[in-house]
């Protein structure tokens, strides 16, 4: 009796080694750390890719802005000006409201610049700009450095 006792011990401990009822969770355990880091990678390349076309856009609605400016004459004096421009570039407006958004968080008139190229020999103007990108932790455990974002963009002088 205490042998058949001792076999079957033996005999469920071995099913429980031998057995799958917990390959499962077993397989979740190493494959979700995986899948969660690449899902992460792409939400954050998503947004670094976000900030940027919202950058681009900035500078574009600037540079609109700027191109169409009438230079000042003995006639007319110019209410256009580079301040404006970045205002516009920055919220996407010349005249935001009080506390409003910024278009990209960490971009804005105390944080970044615009370098405004005059206009050129070939009648263009051009505006610059270079932003830290603000990454989250996942970039700096993957040991990838600071990445800045920068973007120029280039507009023909029209004037009015």
């Not at 071995?14 to 750390?33: H, I, N, Q």
Request: overall charge neutral.
């Amino acid at each position: 009796m205490k042998a058949l006792r001792y076999f079957r011990q033996c005999r469920s401990t071995y099913a429980f080694w031998r057995g799958e009822e917990g390959a499962v969770l077993t397989e979740a355990l190493v494959a979700v750390p995986f899948v969660t880091l690449f899902a992460v990678g792409i939400l954050e390349f998503g947004n670094l890719m976000w900030e940027r076309m919202q950058i681009d856009a900035g500078l574009r609605d600037a540079g609109r802005y700027i191109s169409r400016c009438r230079p000042t004459s003995p006639t007319y004096t110019a209410t256009c000006s580079e301040a404006t421009a970045k205002t516009i570039a920055y919220y996407g407006t010349q005249t935001p409201a009080t506390g409003a958004a910024l278009r990209v968080p960490g971009w804005g008139p105390s944080l970044g610049d615009i370098t405004v190229t005059p206009v050129s020999a070939d009648g263009t103007i051009t505006l610059a700009t270079a932003h830290l990108y603000e990454a989250s932790p996942l970039f700096g455990w993957l040991g990838i450095g600071a990445i800045t974002i920068s973007v120029s963009h280039e507009e023909r002088y029209m004037g009015w």
